[in-house]
């Protein structure tokens, strides 16, 4: 009776081990996201500092539901399905059921990656009527690549990151990367994010009137793009001043101080001639 009794712990322990195991072992799908083919394909490749990549602007306002889904999203993303004969990816939408999604008006820019330099992603002539004018803010704002995430351990770098509206910068600063985008092995930049919190503290935006745009420069690759440098434009900043004040300010600070190129020149001649001639002064009385 005893042994029977060892034998069957034995196997409950057994057995209870086992289902531990399988139970931790399994992934967690039910926080799993949905991620196309080609995203998946992309997620697995090595960064090639020599290749060419994609910036793909995304955006949502949970309230009203207008959107840009990542590239990657199954449904409505680049390869999305949803709308046949129709390139939906490139429209914003608004829903509150996919199936019923329609388009917004707006021009999405995205940006093609060749190289080291500053490029701009964005909305322009956006149709923001659809959004919803008594939500506290919008609710996720970045950018989704086709750049493997291990990158950013091989020498890739995003800095100088800077979210604008209208024309005028609202944020700028370190962007969120998007841990769902990291679990599938692709890297997204956010500059708003309110499903992400941890770690992040996402900046509340006013409503754009027309546009969104993101810049940001990219380096790591073995090769510059001539064609994405930063621009020189005067650009309105939040405050209202642009970047000319700068220099008016430089100029009248050396106006201000009364000594010019010229004077400083003519100064240190003179002194040099002066030295000079002590030297020789000195000279003549050792001899």
Not at 5 to 24: D, E, G, P, R, V
Not at 80 to 98: E, R, Y
Not at 252 to 265: D, K
Request: hydrophobic share 40%.
């Amino acid at each position: 009776m005893r042994k029977s009794m060892k034998k069957a712990m034995a196997t409950i322990a057994a057995l209870t081990l086992a289902f531990s195991f399988a139970a931790t072992a399994m992934p967690d799908t039910a926080s799993a996201v949905e991620c196309s083919k080609a995203g998946k394909k992309a997620g697995k490749k090595d960064f090639d500092p020599d290749g060419t990549y994609n910036a793909y602007f995304v955006f949502q306002q949970t309230e009203s539901w207008v959107f840009r889904n990542a590239w990657y999203e199954p449904t409505l993303g680049k390869d999305g399905n949803l709308f046949k004969g129709d390139a939906s990816f490139d429209k914003m939408l608004t829903t509150l059921d996919v199936s019923d999604a329609i388009p917004v008006g707006g021009t999405v820019v995205d940006a093609e990656i060749k190289g080291n330099g500053t490029y701009t992603v964005g909305v322009n002539d956006f149709d923001t009527t659809k959004l919803d004018p008594d939500a506290a803010n919008i609710s996720l704002i970045g950018f989704s690549t086709d750049i493997p995430h291990s990158a950013l351990d091989n020498g890739l770098q995003i800095t100088d990151v800077k979210l604008s509206m209208d024309g005028i910068e609202k944020w700028a600063g370190e962007p969120f990367v998007n841990v769902d985008a990291q679990n599938l092995g692709l890297l997204e930049m956010d500059v708003v994010n309110t499903y992400q919190k941890e770690g992040y503290e996402t900046p509340s935006v006013t409503l754009p009137q027309g546009s969104i745009e993101i810049t940001f420069t990219v380096s790591g690759f073995n090769y510059d793009n001539p064609d994405a440098v930063a621009t020189t434009d005067e650009t309105t900043t939040s405050d209202g001043a642009d970047d000319s004040t700068a220099a008016v300010d430089e100029a009248a600070t050396n106006e201000s101080s009364g000594v010019s190129g010229g004077v400083v020149a003519i100064i240190v001649i003179v002194v040099i001639v002066v030295i000079a001639g002590v030297v020789i002064v000195i000279r003549k009385k050792k001899n």
